[in-house]
């Protein structure tokens, strides 16, 4: 999977965790569509790190996907942490 599927699976990956984290977000949709890239990024670099669980070319894998919307989810309640005062 080239980097475009990657940004794809990115945005997706993005949308679903801002649908499982309901609420307002510091950064709007453009902030949360970065994270979810950042977040697939993130969460394929640590499964083929430590879960001995090696990023495959396809685009339907479903470990690529939950590692994808776990990333996302990670970095989207840390940045609701460090940032989540700043739309008052």
């Known amino acids: 999977m080239g ?3 990657w940004i794809i699976l990115g945005l997706l990956a993005g949308g679903i965790a801002k649908l499982l984290l309901p609420g307002r977000d510091p950064g709007g949709f453009i902030g949360t ?3 979810g ?3 697939a990024f993130i969460g ?3 499964s083929a790190k430590f879960l001995d669980r090696p990023i495959t070319n ?3 894998d479903a470990a690529t996907w939950g590692s994808a ?3 996302s989810l990670v970095l989207l309640i840390g940045y609701r ?3 989540g005062n700043s739309r008052r």
């Open 58 to 60: 396809q685009f339907f």
């Open 33 to 35: 569509t970065l994270i």
């Open 37 to 39: 890239i950042a977040g």
């Open 69 to 71: 919307i776990a990333g």
């Open 81 to 83: 942490l460090l940032f």
């Open 44 to 46: 394929g670099w640590l």
């Open 3 to 5: 980097i475009i599927g």
